[in-house]
């Protein structure tokens, strides 16, 4: 695998990778009749640093963003969101960039990372954060419309990144 920035000339493979797990509405707060140029602008906003990965046969099946969780006096905690292709789960693509991002983020100064809004059926997810030393620091009741299992529950979900 290979993890590199995204790029504009990503938008195509980049759109098809994200579009399936909006349409889904499974792990993601967003509309699910979200367009291709709104995914890739909310994705790749200028405020995000966006990353693609590539299997050996230059396929695009992750992808992740990171930003600062909060302005001002919040702006050294790290957010990010992740992505990965349906045929790739299960190859450790989530934890390479999860490894990836922290890495980036501590380069880019983010001391913390946190989650806001982890959906606790997404137990893929939730179990793969935890192994890697994120706590589960809240949690709000039925807060997330999933399309299948009503209202679940989103978790808030923390770590440092400095060593202590």
């Known amino acids: 695998m290979k993890i590199r920035p995204a790029s504009a000339a990503d938008g195509d493979r980049l759109a098809a990778l994200l579009l399936p797990v909006i349409r889904a509405g499974e792990s993601y707060a967003l509309p699910r009749d979200m367009s291709a140029a709104a995914a890739l602008a909310y994705w790749c906003a200028p405020e995000k640093d966006a990353f693609v990965v590539e299997d050996d046969g230059g396929a695009i099946v992750g992808s992740y963003h990171l930003r600062a969780n909060q302005a001002g006096g919040g ?90």
């Open 75 to 164: 702006d050294h905690v790290a957010n990010a969101g992740y992505v990965v292709a349906g045929a790739a789960r299960g190859r450790g693509v989530a934890r390479a960039m999860a490894t990836h991002s922290f890495e980036h983020a501590r380069a880019r100064g983010f001391r913390a990372m946190q989650f806001n809004f982890v959906i606790a059926s997404n137990t893929r997810a939730v179990d793969l954060w935890q192994s890697l030393g994120f706590a589960i620091v809240g949690r709000l009741p039925g807060a997330f419309r999933h399309p299948a299992l009503g209202d679940v529950d989103a978790l808030v979900m923390f770590r440092s990144l400095v060593d202590r």
